[in-house]
């Protein structure tokens, strides 16, 4: 069956009518196999899919080698997923289809968003190690580093403007991409700057200190 799709009409949107309806014409054992451009799409897809797992993992691979501590990158981590989240609540909200130009903005976004998180979580690692108890130091942290957050945030996110409001040729995927970076750190914010303490609190109990860890490796050398 060759169908020709609407202008203005995402592929993808084309893609999901076509199966629907053909789960309500077909017999059973019957189903669909799509060619072309249709089949393009969806083995892009499956790539970005794999894209967003090795981001991840190497984001994670990095903060763990940064802070010399699992517990510091699994709070950083945390708060990846809401950012995503927010991303595509924004690409909702404007109307915008989750094409491979904002695919590829969210996979920009993993790394924009775990800087944020590095600000406050870096910090309060020092401050554990000079002796601040957890809760102290992640307080201290939070108070200390949101001006810096917010610098970071605003420039950021403001930066993403020029995308968002371009227009003529390309201009689909340009603000595809701006509409990610715009509502997904817009709204990551809060989660930056209030799930971020809560996560640490909660996790970075069970882990010790750097200082603490070093003294014990010099301790055992002596």
Do not use: C, H
């Not at 950083?76 to 695919?103: C, D, E, K, R």
């Not at 409001?165 to 990610?180: C, M, Y």
């Amino acid at each position: 069956v060759d169908v020709d799709v609407v202008q203005g009409v995402p592929l993808q949107t084309a893609v999901d009518e076509m199966r629907a309806l053909a789960r309500q014409v077909l017999p059973p054992g019957i189903d669909v196999i799509t060619k072309g451009e249709a089949a393009t799409l969806e083995e892009s897809n499956r790539d970005t899919l794999l894209t967003y797992g090795f981001a991840l993992l190497v984001v994670f691979l990095v903060l763990v080698a940064q802070f010399e501590s699992l517990a510091s990158a699994v709070v950083v981590m945390t708060i990846v997923p809401f950012g995503l989240a927010a991303a595509v609540l924004a690409l909702f909200l404007t109307g915008t289809s989750l094409n491979i130009y904002s695919q590829v903005g969210l996979v920009m976004l993993i790394g924009l968003i775990a800087k944020n998180g590095i600000l406050l979580v870096e910090f309060a690692d020092q401050l554990r190690d000079e002796g601040a108890s957890v809760r102290d130091a992640i307080a201290t942290s939070a108070r200390v580093r949101l001006r810096p957050v917010a610098m970071t945030l605003v420039s950021t996110v403001f930066g993403a403007l020029p995308l968002i409001l371009s227009t003529g040729p390309g201009a689909e995927a340009r603000n595809a991409i701006g509409w990610v970076v715009f509502g997904g750190l817009g709204l990551a914010a809060l989660f930056t700057l209030y799930l971020t303490p809560v996560v640490y609190l909660g996790i970075a109990r069970f882990s010790r200190p750097r200082a603490a860890a070093a003294q014990t490796l010099e301790d055992e050398m002596d």
